[in-house]
């Protein structure tokens, strides 16, 4: 019986085949959409699961704050790992990484900047599954002076020699000795290693202060405790710890200091947790945000669902001229369950071909689409059976949707009203593909809007006034003493050269700063202190920046003073401590050093107005602006649009006199800075796409769906040919009912669009706005295609011979 079913099914595919390649090539290329996200998806949701205790594995973060500004951190002081160890029993093992900036590492002719260089204590070792293919894993980070690499670091340094026991060489400075070779991280790791370097190495890492925060502390709990007991016990370390060390500080009790606005305090993120849901400020290796796999999840749905609705549109209007054919089998004694698994047979048999091609495009795909995404999602999805069978489940879901109403419906005719002719071939079912039509072009319009949304937000975060003009700027590194010493006589050079119009020199860049310090105002009142970025520059970092100032004066080189005694502050942080620009001139504002005697009292000589140093997603910091040469590690130089590659041939051929035996690198300030808004791109790239393919899917259906009711309508259309119509009112009357139908999925569509793209929004501190003119494109877009589509079949049934209309069947 089985095989009879099947027989008849592909006789009715060779019979149509233009509606049988419609919805399988609809359905396929659903599939393939819905299965590449979902793989993307699964990827992105997998993060640090891999960890033999990852349910176990927590950071430390800190919650901390003065002045009225605050703060969630990823980063703890030195001593907080060993304190919980030793006095917390439900610390079973903590560790710490502290990350290095690009460095140089070399080993003998081969010299290399390493970007994912941590140092790291000995225990991490056995916190994380990293497992170490040569080395012991206790002993590997014991030493001072010891590092661990990567299989691909030992093959990039020593090919096919072995590494344990070889020296690397750490920024021309120091020599470590590879003690260990890790085993690649797999990519669902937001830690990024390459090198870890033993912490001891770095005497700071023994800092008994507590409110100096630069260590990423991981701690491993002990089983059966839950980390709100442990999150409970930080204010007794926050009181017996940190409390002495704010009162010599500030120069106050701990009370006080609460009382007058501040908080310290400590929190726990769940290592699996921290890729897609950490918050924090100063991050250590990847992260994302859980909101972009919503959105993604919903649009693989969306996809799905539309290819769906095709299928089933399109199986329940072919399905309805199949009337007779029931009818004669009923005659010939064909029973009711017979005729419903033959129906449900065609459909789940188109289903399952549509899933066969959806496996081949998906193998042909990721490639393309890994590039699209940066990810390095697995290939041989064959080799998969989790996932290949989860597609069979849908096709088999969908087939089973497309067949069941045609199935128990036109099973359900009375042979005898078949035959005489009087039920209308999809007579019942006109309102349902109406309403599956109306679905699919709402879910089509919302995908256009937020893809709109989304371009313009990324149009606005590209052209947004920064404050600062971040084009032609060029960026060098200060790698040792001796660049700095160089500094002055190498700015001298540069600016010989016309090409360059300004030179100077900081301790970082918008896009690269992070370091807040308390300061104090004078005649603020004691027990006030307020956090503010430091921005260390030169006098001439203002003017090359083309940074505008709001009150008082830039840096001069004329007043000697201005290196020791004066500083800059910006608009924010004039309202953070209740000044105006012009009332914030000659007020004294301290930082606070370790002691007292470190402290850094200097006059505000000047308000420079707002600029944007991070992403669009934050506020701008209040900030301070003072010229500390020793803390300088950038050359900013601004350039000449013309001859570019001239321009840094020369600084090439400068660089060795001013970094000796560092290998010349640069990047651009524009390029540089696009990286805060990189993610937003790819996923702009990545909504766009599958949009269009959305799209496509819906105009196959209706092409397909047009192409049935011009058929139904054939004899009709003879008739009003040969009573006057003319074409055009012929191509009207086919396509005035598609309109209808787009303009109600419109007027669903706007609402749910709004709400969702509007609350996507809310995530950017600085946005665009919601403009109703991206709501309107989207609905004639989605009519101009409803139109674009239906045309085709319109045309073709006006301009059929009117004889030849009244001839058919």
Known sequence: MLKNYLKIAFRNLRKHKGYSLINIAGLAIGMTCCALIMLYVQHEASYDRFHQHAGRLYRVALDAGIGGRFVKSATTSAPMAATLVRELPEVENAGRFWPANRV??????????????????????????????????????AEPNSIVITEAMAQKYFGNEAPLGKVLRYDNRADYKVTGVLKNLPANSHLRIDMLVSLNTRPESQNPRWISNSYHTYVLMREGNSPAALEAKFP???????APQIEAALGQSYDQAIAAGAKWGYFLEAVPDIYLHSRVENQIGATSDINYLYILTAIALFILLIAGINFMNLATARSANRAKEVGMRKVLGSVRMQLIKQFLSEAVLLAFMALLIALLLIELLLPAFNRLADKELPLYVFANAGFVLGLAGVALVSGLLAGIYPAFVLSSFQPVAVLKGSLKAGAKSPWLRSTLVVLQFAISIVLLVGTGVVFQQLEYMRNKRLGFNKEQVVVLPIETGTGLRNYESFREQLLQNPNFINVAAASGVPGRLDNDTAHRLEGAPEEVAYPLQIFRGSVDLLSTLEIEMAAGRAFSREIVSDTSEACIINE??????????QSALGKKLTQMGPTPEQNDARTIIGVAKDFHIESLHREIKPLVMSIVPGEFVNVVARIRPENIPATIA???????????????????????????????ERQSKIFGGFTILAILIACLGLFGLASFIAEQRTKEIGVRKVLGASVQQVILLLSKDFTKLVAIAFIIAAPI?????????????????????????????ALLIAWLTVSYQAVKAALINPVEALRYE
Request: proline residues 5%; aromatic residues 20%; glycine residues 6%.
């Open 650 to 680: 020369f600084l090439q051929e400068k660089w060795p006199a001013f970094e000796p035996g560092y290998p010349f690198r640069y990047f651009f300030l524009d390029e540089d800075f696009g990286r805060l808004f990189r993610n937003e």
């Open 753 to 781: 669009a709004y709400f969702a793209m509007n609350k996507w929004l809310q995530d950017f501190t600085y946005r665009t706005n919601l403009s109703p003119v991206i709501f309107v494109l989207a609905g004639v877009l």
């Open 236 to 242: 007794g370390l926050v009181k017996k710890y940190v």
């Open 104 to 141: 140089l590492v070399s080993h003998g002719e081969k010299r290399f900047f390493e970007d994912n260089l941590l140092f790291a204590d000995a225990s991490v070792l056995s916190l994380f599954s990293f497992p170490l293919l040569q080395g012991e894993a206790t002993t590997a980070l």
């Open 572 to 581: 924010t942080a004039a309202r953070l401590m209740g000044l105006t620009p």
